[in-house]
Structure formats: structure tokens, C-alpha cells
């Protein structure tokens, strides 16, 4: 069983940033593509940004420009810096770490992420 240890979720006010950390085993970081999903109350899990193992990275419309997914490959974690946070950003945030022989990845436990009006 592969574990992800996610934090860095909170409260913040509109307009604030917050950064979340996903450490992943060394063994797979490297050859994994990733990604960071959000489930809000009521809603599907959706997908927020997404970094392969080539370095291409891909965002949703509702965060580019304000959100930035980054890996660390030394440290085996990910990173997604969000700034300018809105309200709509509140959700439980999930990273998913998939070695690229796998069609289906490995999930964090979850991070709320609270962005008051």
C-alpha cells in the first residue's frame, strides 16, 4: 500500500494563499504523473492541475492564472501554491500520484482548504 502525506490545508480570507504539500515514496515519485483533485459539498471530485513526468503541467479554467502545481523530485513531494483564493475554492483537496504503469493512481487522505468571504 502506497501512502501520500498531504498538508498544508486552512482557513483563509479571500484573496489569501495557502500552500499544499503531497510526499510521496521515493520509489515511484519520479515516474509518476500527478495531480491535485478538489471535492466541494454536494459536487463531483474535479480535477485542479495536473504535472506529468515530462514536466508538462495543465490547469483548470477556474484556477489558471492564480494556481501553480510544482514537484520537487529531491524531496518527493508536491507542491500546488494557491493564491488570489475565492470563496469557490473552498473543497477537500486530494492529491493523486499515478506511476505511469498504472491506469489508476494512489490517493492522499485529503486537506481542507476554507476560503472565508
Known amino acids: 500500500q502506497v501512502q501520500l502525506v498531504e498538508s498544508g490545508g486552512g482557513l483563509v480570507q479571500t484573496g489569501g494563499s495557502l500552500r499544499l504539500s503531497c510526499a510521496a515514496p521515493?520509489?515511484?515519485?519520479?515516474?509518476?504523473?500527478m495531480g491535485w483533485y478538489r471535492q466541494a459539498p454536494g459536487k463531483q471530485r474535479e480535477l485542479v492541475a495536473g504535472?506529468?513526468?515530462?514536466?508538462?503541467?495543465n490547469y483548470a479554467d477556474s484556477v489558471k492564472g492564480r494556481f501553480t502545481i510544482s514537484r520537487d523530485n529531491a524531496k518527493n513531494t508536491l507542491y500546488l501554491q494557491m493564491d488570489s483564493l475565492k470563496p469557490e475554492d473552498t473543497a477537500v483537496y486530494y492529491c493523486?500520484?499515478?506511476?505511469?504503469?498504472?491506469?489508476?493512481?494512489?490517493w492522499g487522505q485529503g486537506t481542507q482548504v476554507t476560503v472565508s468571504s
Open positions: 504535472s506529468t513526468t515530462g514536466g508538462s503541467t
Open positions: 521515493g520509489n515511484i515519485f519520479r515516474i509518476s504523473n
Open positions: 493523486n500520484v499515478r506511476p505511469v504503469w498504472l491506469s489508476s493512481g494512489y
